[in-house]
């Protein structure tokens, strides 16, 4: 809460002291200032951005969990896959926390009178931009390092874990009594019960579809075997037979065998530096390729849209002290939903090469700048809007 006392602003929840001489410039240190906005902005922005990683990691928790249990993900990657897939999101969960905790920090402040207070000493609103900018720009700074780096590396090695957890979940979670999909969903197989080491089977069956060639096979006994190069796994049958059901209702042929092979898992013949998601920067920037291209821009967004999304919750937070703190929370929601949809959309268009490339995102964050100075215009007016901009390059 402020209090004016003899031209002394005292703000009793930061803890600093601003002397006003009566003709209204502020005199004093905005170091002041600055260590109490921005400690207040940092601990709302990592109490925001805590719960925000909890929201999004339990869902996916949650998931990977459900595929352990249904023997689709070994639960050794869990956690290595949640951890990836953290890092790739805060790209997105950071801007999104600072917005919030900006407003926040701001609608308490304007709660308690104290922007009122400040504004009627000669600290108006560029003074407090000004005053949290530098933080602003560090939290850009990261994210652009998330954005460019951190986020493609994140989605490569979860691109190549998921290739490893398929192959150990079509041949790890082996149970008597399951059908087990092989060959990424082309076909299953069934045993009736395992020996006390948990390597041979008995009584096997397999069924496999490729390209409408049906293979059926049963056998008394089989075991898993992986490949010299790592890269493809087969069940060894003893002892069986194979019904190959012919194309176009031709019948089908039977044959007996001692010893067979049937390949349960290979791996994936993508290459993921192919994804634009996995390419770097470098490869990007060089690029004509419009999905690449899309995905450049929208790397770039992140970073950008930090410092629009900071500054345009400065002027939504604005509010009368009987609102409460939260009272512009539904507006700002409404202003974030949109500027996110805008992007994707932008890049859906750059994919599709319904826009130039050198147009990009850009005219996504013009359009919420110009509306930030349009919010500027409506809460102050013109004249104001002209004074603080030349206050600002005074200072």
């Known amino acids: 809460m402020l209090k004016l006392v003899y031209g002394v602003i005292i703000t009793e929840k930061c803890r600093a002291i601003f002397i006003v001489f009566h003709f209204g410039s502020t005199v004093g240190n905005l170091l002041l200032l600055n260590r109490c906005l921005t400690k207040e902005v940092v601990s709302n922005l990592l109490a925001v951005l805590m719960v925000l990683i909890l929201i999004f990691a339990s869902k996916h928790f949650i998931r990977y969990m459900s595929d352990a249990a249904a023997g689709h993900l070994p639960t050794e990657f869990i956690f290595k896959l949640l951890s990836l897939f953290t890092l790739s999101y805060l790209v997105l969960i950071i801007p999104f926390a600072l917005f919030l905790a900006i407003l926040i920090s701001f609608g308490r402040m304007y709660k308690d009178s104290e922007i009122t207070a400040m504004e009627a000493c000669g600290i108006g609103i560029p003074s407090l931009i000004r005053v949290l900018l530098p933080f602003i720009l560090v939290v850009a700074t990261l994210v652009a390092g998330l954005s460019f780096w951190v986020a493609p590396w994140a989605e490569n090695t979860q691109y190549l ?8 979940s079509e041949v790890a979670f082996i149970a008597p009594g399951r059908f087990h999909p092989i060959r990424r ?5 069934y045993i009736e019960s395992l020996d006390p080491d ?10 496999v579809e490729i390209a409408g060639q049906i ?6 006994r089989g075991y898993l075997k992986k490949a010299d190069s790592g890269e493809a796994r087969y069940l060894v049958l003893e002892n069986g037979t194979r019904y190959e059901i012919l194309t176009q209702g031709r019948g089908y ?10 390949q349960v898992w290979q791996k994936s013949n993508e290459d993921p530096s192919s994804r634009a998601l996995t390419k770097t920067t470098s490869e990007l920037i060089n690029s004509s ?4 291209i899309a995905e450049l821009h929208w790397r770039i967004a992140m970073p950008v849209s930090s410092i629009v999304l900071a500054l345009l919750a ?14 512009k929370l539904f507006v700002a929601l409404i202003c974030f939903i949109t500027y996110l949809y805008l992007m994707t959309m932008g890049k859906t268009w750059l994919k599709q090469e319904a826009i130039p490339a050198y147009l990009g995102l850009w005219w996504v964050h013009v359009l919420f700048i110009s509306m930030a100075f349009f919010l500027w215009y409506r809460q102050y007016g013109f004249v104001y809007l002209i004074s603080d901009i030349k206050q600002w390059q005074r200072e």
């Open 253 to 262: 042929r039977f044959h007996e065998f001692e010893k067979g092979e049937v």
């Open 185 to 189: 969903g082309q076909g299953v197989f």
């Open 198 to 207: 948990s390597k041979h089977m008995n009584h096997v069956f397999v069924y």
């Open 289 to 292: 390729n419009p999905n690449e």
């Open 161 to 168: 874990i998921r290739d490893q957890a398929g192959a150990e």
């Open 314 to 327: 400065i002027l939504l937070s604005r509010a009368d002290p009987r609102q409460g703190r939260f009272a």
């Open 215 to 220: 293979d059926i096979f049963t056998a008394a």
